[in-house]
């Protein structure tokens, strides 16, 4: 896989940044279907730093692989696509991957899957650090390879953002 210039650069200072703290990182991802870490592995040597990650595209696989919980899956007011389940994610793939600094994505790529107040393009990141964890929401446009493609670029620079 080829990725653009500008996303081989990013991806090559996160790996750096990752070395400079003597970390492993990882990810968990959902609508960006392994995107991220394709991106990483593009990189040469990237095994150093870069434990791995989980593509959990399925209900089932994020709750039993990364541990997210039923009531937040099953919970029709909560979801896959939410700050809870990004958060756990990013927690899961920590615990599970042995990694220091972890992101993770999920949301609604398109064309189809909206919901109610979650339309296409809705994208929740969740991370973790040894210090901190957290979520943001964001709202891209386009159509589904450009959702997945903005997601990429926004789940690296967060992991980028928390290497500072």
Avoid: N
């Avoid at 210039?5 to 392994?34: D, N, W």
């Avoid at 394709?38 to 150093?48: H, K, Q, R």
């Avoid at 039993?64 to 990004?86: F, K, N």
């Avoid at 756990?88 to 609604?108: E, K, N, P, W």
């Amino acid at each position: 896989m080829s990725f653009s210039p500008a996303v081989f650069e990013l991806a090559q200072s996160v790996l750096a940044r990752a070395r400079g703290k003597g970390v492993r990182i990882a990810c968990a991802e959902s609508c960006t279907g392994g995107l991220v870490s394709a991106a990483l592995t593009e990189v040469p040597g990237s095994s150093d730093v870069f434990a791995g990650g989980v593509v959990s595209y399925m209900l089932d696989i994020k709750e039993h692989v990364l541990g997210v919980s039923p009531s937040i899956l099953y919970d029709p007011s909560i979801g896959a696509v939410s700050p809870e389940c990004a958060l756990a994610m990013a927690q899961g793939v920590s615990a599970a991957l042995r990694a220091d600094v972890t992101v993770s994505v999920t949301g609604i790529a398109g064309p189809g899957g909206e919901e109610p107040g979650k339309p296409v393009g809705t994208v929740w990141f969740g991370w973790r650090t040894p210090g901190d964890s957290g979520t943001e929401c964001m709202l891209f446009d386009g159509g589904r390879s450009d959702v997945r493609e903005q997601a990429l670029v926004h789940a690296l620079g967060i992991l980028y953002g928390h290497l500072a």
